[in-house]
């Protein structure tokens, strides 16, 4: 059974930081690409930061640049989402995807989400 789960959310300052981690377990880890997403109240959801599998290459969304680092751990089959200088904007909920093939079908998975929410 595939299982994505979230944590790491919580409420924080603006300026302030916050680390997120996802824990896969039912599929082979390794040689998926891990993506964290959000989706804020009223918008639709939008990719944050992903990570190959194999090769570990990464991409980010222009509004996190410089501020997010997305990395994996195989051995642990976890991912983390590092948020820094975490802004307002940045509240959202935010979920693990897990995108990959396996004997010629792709999967896409998705965990729960967890609600990051940065206000004074």
């Known amino acids: 059974q595939v299982q994505l789960v979230e944590s790491g959310g919580d409420l924080v300052q603006p300026g302030g930081s916050l680390r997120l981690s996802c824990a896969a377990s039912?599929?082979?880890?390794?040689?998926?690409?891990m993506s964290w997403y959000r989706q804020a109240p009223g918008k639709e959801r939008e990719l944050v930061a992903g990570?190959?599998?194999?090769?570990?290459?990464?991409n980010y969304a222009d509004s996190v640049k410089g501020r997010f680092t997305i990395s994996r751990d195989n051995a642990k089959n976890t991912v983390y989402l590092q948020m820094n200088s975490l802004k307002p904007e940045d509240t959202a909920i935010y979920y693990c995807?897990?995108?990959?093939?396996?004997?010629?079908?792709?999967?896409?998975?998705w965990g729960q989400g967890t609600q990051v929410t940065v206000s004074s």
């Open positions: 039912g599929f082979t880890f390794s040689s998926f690409a």
């Open positions: 995807n897990a995108a990959g093939w396996s004997w010629g079908v792709h999967y896409d998975y």
């Open positions: 990570i190959t599998g194999t090769l570990g290459s990464i």
